[in-house]
C-alpha cells in the first residue's frame, strides 16, 4: 500500500498541475477582458458626458441671451404698472398692449436632464450642486411665470390700483429669479468654460 500512495499523490500532483495550468489562464484572460470591456464603456461614458457639458454650456448662452432680452421689458412693464398705477382709466391691457404683449423667455434645460441620466459618479459635486441650483431656480421661475399668467387673465380688464401693485410686484420676483438665473450661468461659465 505504501508503494501506491506515491503513485496516487503523483497522478493527484499531476491532475492539479493540469487543472491550474488552464484555469488559471483562463481566469486571467477573462478578467482582462472585463476589464479592457469597462475601460472602453468608462471612455465611452465620459466622451458623452463632455459632449452634455459643452451644451449645457451652450443652452445656458442661450438662455442668458433670452433672459436679458425680456428683462428689458419686464422692467419696463414694471415701470409702466407702477406709473400708472393710480389712473382708474388705464386698464391693465391698456399698458400690456403699449408694450407689445407679455412674454417671458423659454428656458431649456435638456442637456441638464440627459447628464442626470447618466452615470453621475463621474461628475465633480460642486458642478452637480450648481446645475442642481439652476434646475431648481428653472423650476420657481416656471412656477412663477405661471402664476403671473393666471393674475394676468384675471386682472387684464381691471383698473384697480391693487390689480396693478399684485402684477407689478410678481413680475419684480420674476424679474429676481431672471437676474438669479443670469448669475447662476456666469457662475457656471466662469468656472466651466475649459469645455468650450
Excluded: C
Excluded at 409702466?80 to 386698464?91: F, M
Excluded at 412674454?103 to 465633480?124: A, D, G, H, M, Y
Excluded at 399668467?149 to 381691471?158: F, M, T, V
Amino acid at each position: 500500500m505504501n508503494q501506491d500512495q506515491p503513485k496516487q499523490t503523483h497522478k493527484l500532483l499531476t491532475l492539479f498541475k493540469h487543472f491550474f495550468s488552464i484555469i488559471i489562464p483562463t481566469l486571467l484572460g477573462v478578467f482582462i477582458g472585463l476589464a479592457g470591456s469597462n475601460y472602453q464603456k468608462q471612455k465611452e461614458l465620459m466622451t458623452y458626458q463632455e459632449k452634455i457639458l459643452v451644451a449645457i454650456l451652450e443652452e445656458h448662452r442661450n438662455n442668458s441671451i433670452e433672459i436679458k432680452h425680456q428683462l428689458t421689458l419686464h422692467n419696463l412693464l414694471i415701470d409702466s404698472l407702477s406709473k400708472y398705477n393710480s389712473a382708474t382709466n388705464v386698464k391693465v391691457i391698456d399698458i400690456i398692449q403699449t408694450l407689445k404683449g407679455f412674454k417671458t423667455p423659454t428656458i431649456r434645460s435638456i442637456f441638464w436632464k440627459s447628464l442626470v441620466s447618466v452615470n453621475l459618479l463621474t461628475i465633480e459635486l460642486a458642478r452637480f450642486e450648481l446645475l442642481s441650483k439652476i434646475q431648481s431656480e428653472t423650476d420657481n421661475y416656471y412656477y412663477l411665470e405661471k402664476k403671473i399668467a393666471d393674475k394676468l387673465y384675471n386682472s387684464l380688464y381691471s383698473s384697480s390700483k391693487e390689480d396693478k401693485a399684485v402684477l407689478a410686484i410678481m413680475i419684480s420676483d420674476l424679474v429676481f429669479f431672471e437676474n438669479s438665473l443670469l448669475s447662476y450661468y456666469q457662475q457656471y461659465e466662469t468656472l466651466y468654460l475649459k469645455y468650450d
